[in-house]
């Protein structure tokens, strides 16, 4: 049996191998690549993805999962190589389907589809991204059709990222959100708006990037395990447990952007490197899914970094490095400029409150685009109007609507978004527990200290990797399944106390 397992990791950390390279070339593409790269760019990662689908659905793989079969029930559920089988098992069964040919050919359509999507923004150019965009819906149809026998198309996409969830799960839990929601934001957009004023002058790009480093140096993101470069969407990307990297963007005349999307990569970063060491290069090496991975940079985004405690204690910071800027800017005006909610064009930089009907408009229209409801070219019209419904305006051109967003341009259409509403539930639900256990925390949080959140989360969360599913995880960490309460009491809460509701 040691034989066999020791062959089987063997296999398993080849074909990882592959795949990191890979990752590393979309790295490089996205931060430091001439555009010039492109097209070899594209076929380079068509190739690395090949060859590690290859190695990972080689039968032997299979054969090696059968043998160990017995082995993998003797053991104790939660044994490190009971949950190695049980993983791998699972995602060998779901990568066999899909032949190595057609990773190829969508990794390498992907490819090109980032790079055309990156000079058609700013050029506010939809048509040029339109074909691209129809082929990216077809491949992703046909990537559903590998997994026959499903209750909605989106249903094999929605599971590839938050494995256990469907469409109808996912529409049951955004509606019962949804309901709660909508009145709050009614609420608050029907008074002044809060002034953020002060946000908007100019910041150099440095002293944001100064400032942001030693912020989630104070979190605990370790920079000898990481790094930070510029690129056009921010996201943390996995190399190795030694080496997990995040990238971000900042605006000179917008201090909120360069600064909340380095929080909110660190804490992607943070349960990476947190992962135990013993399952790097693993199928156990990695975050849950994307609800409980988006769980973790929310929370140190939002419930710590745009609370009023962490500002008692970074805001002075702050006014050093900025002090034409803000040395006339109290505190308090401060963390209301941060905590603005307003009907806003862009995702990303959207409140807490408004986010997630920013994610429930894509969630709708990647299940219409799937399921044929909706055709690509009406995605611009129906974006518009969609939006008019929402948030009650109307965004002025395609570059702040339905081309903001990195992912149907550089992935696949369909579960690509679930995850950013799923994580900021759980982002309440977790923090919550974490309260329970350690109620010093909020009192360190003011100090500048974040040791004790970091190592419950790390014990409770980060260490476990994808060993347990994401409703294992939740029911093991907060004693309960998902639940929007906590999210809703702390909306409540904050936004209650910041608007006078
Ligand atoms: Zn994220």
Redesign the pocket.
């Known amino acids: 049996m040691e034989a066999k397992l020791h062959e089987l990791k063997r296999r398993l950390i080849e074909a990882n191998d592959l795949s990191t390279a890979a990752a590393v070339l979309y790295w490089d593409q996205s931060t430091y690549m001439p555009s010039g790269g492109a097209a070899a760019r594209g076929r380079q990662m068509a190739t690395l993805e090949r060859l590690a689908h290859e190695k990972f659905t080689d039968p032997a793989i299979g054969r090696l999962l059968d043998a160990l079969e017995p082995y993998a029930a003797s053991l104790p559920y939660d044994a490190d190589d009971a949950a190695l089988l049980r993983v791998t098992r699972r995602l060998y069964e779901r990568e066999v389907r899909v032949p190595a040919d057609f990773t190829a050919l969508l990794a390498h359509h992907t490819a090109e589809s980032y790079q055309v999507w990156a000079e058609a923004r700013p050029a506010n150019d939809f048509a040029r991204v339109q074909p691209y965009l129809e082929k990216t819906l077809d491949l992703s149809r046909q990537l559903a059709d590998f997994f026959p026998g499903y209750e909605h198309i989106a249903d094999p996409l929605i599971d590839f990222s938050d494995y256990g969830m469907k469409a109808s799960t996912v529409r049951q839990i955004f509606g019962e959100l949804r309901e709660q929601l909508v009145p709050i934001v009614q609420a608050i957009t029907a008074q002044e708006p809060l002034d953020d004023a002060c946000l908007h002058q100019h910041y150099p790009e440095a002293q944001q990037l100064g400032f942001g480093l030693e912020v989630i140096k104070r979190f605990g993101y370790d920079f000898e395990r990481g790094r930070q470069d510029k690129t056009h969407h921010?996201?943390?990307i996995r190399l190795a447990s030694g080496d997990v990297r995040i990238t971000t963007r900042v605006k000179e005349d917008f201090l909120a952007e360069g600064l909340f999307s380095t929080l909110?990569?660190s804490?992607?970063a943070m349960y990476e490197q947190g992962v135990s060491p013993a399952y790097d290069a693993l199928p156990l090496g990695r975050g849950a899914s994307s609800g409980v991975?988006?769980s973790q940079?929310?929370l140190w985004e939002n419930l710590v970094g745009r609370s009023y405690g962490f500002w008692e204690h970074f805001y002075p910071q702050l006014q050093m490095v900025f002090q034409a800027q803000l040395k006339d800017v109290s505190l308090d005006t401060f963390y209301r400029a941060i905590n603005k909610v307003e009907r806003s064009l862009i995702r990303t930089d959207a409140d807490e409150v408004t986010y997630n009907l920013h994610v429930m408009l894509r969630f709708d229209f990647e299940l219409a685009l799937l399921e044929g409801r909706m055709e690509i070219r009406d995605l611009p019209d129906a974006w518009r109007e969609r939006f008019r419904a929402d948030f009650g305006i109307v965004p002025p051109d395609d570059r702040d609507g339905v081309l903001q967003d990195v992912h149907w341009f550089g992935g696949t259409i369909g579960g690509a978004f679930q995850?950013?509403t799923l994580?900021n539930i759980l982002s309440a639900q977790f923090y919550a527990a974490a309260l329970a256990a350690q109620p010093e925390i909020p009192d360190q949080i003011r100090h500048g200290e974040f040791g004790t959140l970091h190592g419950w989360l790390r014990e409770n969360i980060y260490q476990h990797g994808r060993k347990f599913t994401a409703s294992e995880l939740i029911e093991r960490v907060t004693g309960g399944p998902l639940s929007i309460e906590p999210y809703i009491h702390y909306l409540r809460a904050k936004y209650g106390e910041l608007y006078r509701l």
């Open positions: 921010p996201y943390e909110h990569e804490g992607h991975h988006e940079s929310r995850g950013y994580g």
